[in-house]
Protein backbone atom coordinates (compact mmCIF):
# COMPACT_ATOMS: atom_id res chain seq x y z
CA UNK A 1 0.00 0.00 0.00
CA UNK A 2 1.30 3.09 -1.03
CA UNK A 3 0.31 7.11 1.31
CA UNK A 4 0.97 10.30 -0.80
CA UNK A 5 -0.07 13.47 0.13
CA UNK A 6 0.42 16.71 -1.59
CA UNK A 7 2.94 17.87 0.89
CA UNK A 8 6.30 17.76 0.04
CA UNK A 9 8.56 19.65 3.00
CA UNK A 10 11.59 18.11 4.22
CA UNK A 11 9.31 16.99 7.33
CA UNK A 12 6.98 14.81 5.70
CA UNK A 13 9.89 13.16 3.51
CA UNK A 14 11.62 12.12 7.17
CA UNK A 15 8.30 10.85 8.08
CA UNK A 16 7.83 8.80 5.36
CA UNK A 17 11.06 7.08 5.22
CA UNK A 18 11.20 6.70 9.04
CA UNK A 19 7.46 5.67 9.41
CA UNK A 20 6.96 3.36 5.94
CA UNK A 21 10.37 1.41 5.02
CA UNK A 22 11.92 1.30 8.62
CA UNK A 23 8.84 -0.19 10.23
CA UNK A 24 7.39 -2.07 7.13
CA UNK A 25 8.43 -5.47 8.58
CA UNK A 26 6.66 -4.75 12.03
CA UNK A 27 3.36 -2.96 10.24
CA UNK A 28 3.17 -6.95 7.65
CA UNK A 29 3.57 -8.87 10.59
CA UNK A 30 0.56 -7.10 12.62
CA UNK A 31 -1.42 -6.79 9.69
CA UNK A 32 -3.34 -10.45 10.33
CA UNK A 33 -4.57 -8.97 13.78
CA UNK A 34 -5.23 -5.30 12.25
CA UNK A 35 -2.87 -2.23 12.82
CA UNK A 36 -3.81 1.15 13.02
CA UNK A 37 -1.75 3.89 12.02
CA UNK A 38 -2.59 7.87 11.95
CA UNK A 39 -1.43 10.19 9.42
CA UNK A 40 -1.92 13.84 9.12
CA UNK A 41 -5.54 12.84 11.79
CA UNK A 42 -6.55 10.28 9.80
CA UNK A 43 -6.82 7.04 11.60
CA UNK A 44 -6.30 4.17 9.10
CA UNK A 45 -6.72 0.66 9.84
CA UNK A 46 -5.06 -2.20 8.05
CA UNK A 47 -6.29 -5.46 7.85
CA UNK A 48 -6.07 -8.94 5.31
CA UNK A 49 -9.51 -9.68 5.64
CA UNK A 50 -12.06 -7.77 7.46
CA UNK A 51 -12.26 -5.56 10.86
CA UNK A 52 -13.80 -8.99 12.57
CA UNK A 53 -12.11 -11.60 10.73
CA UNK A 54 -8.87 -11.95 9.25
CA UNK A 55 -10.02 -14.60 6.93
CA UNK A 56 -13.22 -12.62 6.03
CA UNK A 57 -14.20 -11.36 2.37
CA UNK A 58 -15.12 -8.15 1.77
CA UNK A 59 -16.05 -8.50 -1.88
CA UNK A 60 -16.80 -5.79 -4.90
CA UNK A 61 -20.62 -6.76 -4.78
CA UNK A 62 -20.81 -7.23 -0.96
CA UNK A 63 -24.27 -5.59 0.24
CA UNK A 64 -23.60 -2.61 1.89
CA UNK A 65 -25.86 -4.19 5.29
CA UNK A 66 -23.09 -6.94 5.30
CA UNK A 67 -20.23 -4.51 4.99
CA UNK A 68 -22.21 -2.26 7.63
CA UNK A 69 -21.63 -5.33 10.25
CA UNK A 70 -18.54 -5.71 9.34
CA UNK A 71 -16.83 -2.20 10.37
CA UNK A 72 -19.44 -1.93 13.17
CA UNK A 73 -16.76 -1.79 15.93
CA UNK A 74 -14.31 0.22 13.86
CA UNK A 75 -13.17 3.42 14.56
CA UNK A 76 -11.22 4.27 11.67
CA UNK A 77 -11.51 6.52 9.11
CA UNK A 78 -9.79 4.33 6.24
CA UNK A 79 -10.05 0.31 6.08
CA UNK A 80 -7.32 -1.09 3.97
CA UNK A 81 -8.74 -4.78 3.42
CA UNK A 82 -6.87 -7.77 1.17
CA UNK A 83 -7.79 -11.17 1.08
CA UNK A 84 -9.59 -11.53 -2.10
CA UNK A 85 -6.74 -9.68 -3.54
CA UNK A 86 -10.36 -7.93 -5.58
CA UNK A 87 -9.93 -4.12 -6.00
CA UNK A 88 -13.16 -2.29 -4.72
CA UNK A 89 -13.81 1.13 -2.64
CA UNK A 90 -16.69 1.35 -0.91
CA UNK A 91 -17.74 4.45 1.78
CA UNK A 92 -19.98 3.35 4.56
CA UNK A 93 -20.81 5.17 8.17
CA UNK A 94 -18.36 8.22 6.89
CA UNK A 95 -15.33 4.96 6.53
CA UNK A 96 -13.90 4.23 3.63
CA UNK A 97 -13.13 0.55 3.04
CA UNK A 98 -10.83 -0.16 0.39
CA UNK A 99 -9.23 -3.18 -0.97
CA UNK A 100 -6.17 -1.80 -3.81
CA UNK A 101 -6.40 -5.20 -5.47
CA UNK A 102 -3.34 -7.37 -6.10
CA UNK A 103 -0.45 -5.85 -8.36
CA UNK A 104 1.23 -10.23 -8.40
CA UNK A 105 -2.17 -12.18 -8.05
CA UNK A 106 -5.28 -10.28 -8.67
CA UNK A 107 -8.46 -12.43 -8.73
CA UNK A 108 -12.10 -12.63 -9.89
CA UNK A 109 -11.31 -10.84 -13.30
CA UNK A 110 -9.69 -8.19 -12.00
CA UNK A 111 -6.53 -6.79 -13.43
CA UNK A 112 -3.34 -5.94 -11.19
CA UNK A 113 -4.17 -2.66 -9.66
CA UNK A 114 -2.75 -0.71 -6.17
CA UNK A 115 -3.86 1.61 -3.83
CA UNK A 116 -3.59 5.29 -2.88
CA UNK A 117 -5.03 7.80 -0.46
CA UNK A 118 -4.67 11.30 -0.68
CA UNK A 119 -5.41 13.09 2.32
CA UNK A 120 -5.71 16.79 1.70
CA UNK A 121 -7.16 19.87 3.85
CA UNK A 122 -8.36 16.40 6.17
CA UNK A 123 -9.91 14.92 2.95
CA UNK A 124 -9.57 11.44 2.05
CA UNK A 125 -9.88 10.88 -1.50
CA UNK A 126 -9.65 6.91 -2.10
CA UNK A 127 -8.16 5.43 -5.78
CA UNK A 128 -7.78 2.15 -7.15
CA UNK A 129 -5.53 2.37 -9.82
CA UNK A 130 -4.75 -0.23 -12.52
CA UNK A 131 -1.38 -1.28 -13.18
CA UNK A 132 -0.06 -1.24 -17.03
Excluded at 57 to 84: Q, R, W
Excluded at 104 to 121: L, M
Amino acid sequence: MLFRSTLTDKKLERFNASHTYKNVGMILSSVLRGFIIELFGIKILLVHGSPRKNNENIYPNLKIKEVEEMISNTNADVIFCGHTHMPCVKIERGIIVMNPGSLTEPRGGSKPSYGIIKIENGKIYPMVIPYI
